[in-house]
Structure formats: C-alpha cells, structure tokens
C-alpha cells in the first residue's frame, strides 16, 4: 500500500482565498483523522471520522474550517476564508479498529499539506 | 483540564542512552503511545503502554506507571539519525489521543 495519501504538498495562497486539502487514507482503515501542526500549539486534532461519518469535530477553530468524507477513500478539509492564522502543515492519518471496535491501534500520518496563508 | 508534559528539548552524544520523560493527567487512561517525527516528516509509530512495565523494542524501550501518570522512552547505542521530536500522547477514555508537545532530541557526534 502506498500509505495516506496528500495533495497538494504545499500550498501558498492569499488571505481570503478558498482551500482544500485532500486525503486518502490507507484503504481498509476505518478512523480518519485531520491535524494541524504549528510551532506554537503542536499537534492538534481538528476532527475525526469513522466509517465516513464525523464523530469529533470539536478542535475545529471556527466555522470557516469544514470537513467532508463522502467515501472510504477520500477526505477533505476546506478553509473559507483563508486566513494567515491558518498557516500551518496540516496533517492526515488513518488506523483501523481495535478490539471492541475502538481505535487505539496505531496511527498513519501522511505527508502533510504546509499551508502558508499571506 | 487535560496535560501532558515532556521536555522541550535534550541534547545527548552519538552511541550515548538517553531517556525521555513524559508526564500526564488526562481524564481516563487507555494507552500511551510514542511518535518520532523528524524535521519536515510525518509523525512515524513506536510503542503503545497500556500495562505498567517496560516495552522493549529493539534499540528503543518504553516505559509506564500508571499510578504515577509517567512514561519514559529510552534510546539506546544514540545513532545521528535518532535526532527527531519525540511526541507523547496518551489515549483518554473517550479513546481521543491527547497529544505532548513533543520532545526534540539533538545527537551530537
């Protein structure tokens, strides 16, 4: 398997502009995961799907941030209005259920997006 | 509210050990787990504590205390290449990872 999957690597836009990240996990992993990462707040968990469906939303900043699952496959997490607050390396990771259907089996972070908003 | 600590940065020699503390206070414990990340990469797994004791695997070992809310990675025979962050997060019983700030490691020859 070639692992989760990102696009675009990088992305530098204007304050303003519309973006999307897009994702795709390791195919079978049933948990989807989206980060961010600044020097200043670390890791942070944004939201997290399970069977396509959000379970967590609860560390996304404001509602300019949205997310979306609408297969197996795919993921995106949308910024609209971009601001330069949002610059950070945005990171996606899937893992697959343990026992009792809960995920606490290792997680596979792909590349990351570094996002650089001006 | 929801803590973990770890040292924001370590220095130790090339073939050295070095040992890195993490403590935490979250509300509900299903597991600690260890990353590396290295400069401009993806965090990568290394070890999962969810029993008191040590892990050992390979060069790394992990330790835990649940009672004491304290875990250790230990690196041994230190090689240039281990420099990296070293994040701990630990698993709350909501079964959400909780992340540390990481840790970041310099090898020096």
Redesign the interface.
Same mark, same amino acid.
């Given at each position: 398997d070639a692992g989760v999957i990102q696009s675009p690597r990088h992305e530098v836009t204007e304050m303003g502009q519309e973006v999307t990240l897009r994702c795709k996990p390791i195919s079978g992993h049933d948990y989807l995961f989206w980060y961010r990462q600044t020097m200043m707040r +670390?890791? %942070?968990?944004l939201i997290y799907f399970n069977n396509n469906v959000p379970i967590?939303d609860s560390g996304m900043p404001e509602d300019r941030f949205s997310a979306k699952m609408p297969n197996a496959s795919f993921s995106t997490l949308k910024i609209q209005p971009s601001e330069p607050r949002d610059s950070a390396v945005y #990171?996606c990771a899937s893992s697959f259920p343990g026992e009792a259907g809960?995920?606490?089996n %290792?997680? #596979?972070? +792909?590349?990351?997006t570094r996002l650089t908003v001006l | 509210g929801q803590n973990i600590d770890q040292p924001t940065e370590m220095t130790a020699t090339e073939g050295a050990i070095v040992q890195i503390n993490c403590t935490y206070q979250t509300s509900g414990f299903n597991g600690l787990f260890w990353y590396q990340q290295h400069a401009g990469e993806a965090p990568t797994f290394l070890s999962y504590n969810v029993l008191d004791g040590l892990e050992e695997k390979g060069r790394f070992s992990s330790f835990l205390s649940r009672s004491k809310g304290y875990s250790y990675l230990l690196l041994k025979e230190l090689q240039m290449k281990d420099s990296a962050s070293y994040l701990c997060a630990v698993l709350d019983s909501n079964y959400q990872l909780i992340w540390g700030a990481g840790t970041k490691l310099i090898i020096k020859p």
């Open positions: +670390g890791l %942070e968990l967590d #990171f809960v995920s606490y %290792e997680q #596979f972070f +792909g590349p990351g | -």
